[in-house]
């Protein structure tokens, strides 16, 4: 996004940290939220999208880019923190969020009475330890070592909940280092732990969004994993003034790979209206 027509800002959050962002386009301020294994970088074509209709304002999260590091007292509070800071200083009042990124975009509508409107692709959430921390040591051990095929398995194993059989993971990793995409995500498997113990540590807290008082659109893939609808479904049904919208043909990666201009519409018809 270096080098395309993106404008490139930052603000400092709460707790001093270099929070950096990336805006195109015109009109009502909206902040995007990348998923996990994910940075601003990957919202382009999404961006661009939505740039005829909004000012579209792509947040790095910690440990990507132009923003500082996750440090060792990482937390979902300091991630709404981060966005909340970015929401003021680009006077937005509209949010997006994507899996990891849905989900702190759920935290910060939590307390966020500024927002106009909410949306949401299957934000990811532990219901009965369905994001467990058991392997994080061995995945741990693995980046320490460089060894970031072994990573990315363990990684895929704890978050695709058992939809990718355990004994197919090697391979679907070392598949993974041949694409040109590998040695930027290799820098992004730094970040993946962190992510997991904060949504490990709030299984099954999800019916807290029901204090969520905002229009809120919950988005879903067609091609995703069963679950993933069930989750949504039943976060869904936890917020008094939501609404679900499928997409077809989409996967997980929806957003940012599959389907980035038919979310976009979907986005568009939801917040102008």
Known sequence: MENLKFRKGSVKSVDGAEIGYYSLGSGPGLVVVHGSLRSA???????????????????????????GPQGNDY??????????????ETGSSLLF?????GTVALEVALNNYTLQKLAVYEPAISIKNSIPINTLPEIEAALMVQDYK??????????????????????????MSRYPIWS?????????????????????????????KVPTLFLNGSKSPPQLAIQTAMLAGELPNSKIIQIEGARHSGPD???PMEIANELKGWFRH
């Not at 961006?47 to 909004?54: R, V």
């Not at 937390?75 to 003021?88: G, N, P």
């Not at 969020?97 to 990124?101: N, Q, V």
Request: proline content about 4%; some cysteine.
């Open 257 to 259: 790979i599959d389907a």
């Open 41 to 67: 970088a990957d919202y382009e074509v999404l961006g661009e999208c939505l740039a005829d209709t909004f000012t579209v304002n792509i947040v790095n999260r910690r440990g990507r880019g132009n923003s």
């Open 150 to 175: 072994k990573a990315f398995a363990g990684i895929m194993n704890v978050v695709s909940n058992g939809t990718i059989p355990e004994n197919q993971l090697p391979d679907f990793a070392l598949a």
């Open 97 to 101: 969020g994507h899996s990891y990124g």
């Open 75 to 88: 937390s979902f509070e300091k991630e709404v923190a981060d966005v909340t800071a970015v929401l003021k």
């Open 184 to 212: 930027y995500l290799c820098l992004l498997l730094e970040t993946a732990p962190a992510e997991i113990i904060a949504v490990h540590n709030a299984d099954n807290s999800y019916p807290k969004y029901s204090a969520i």
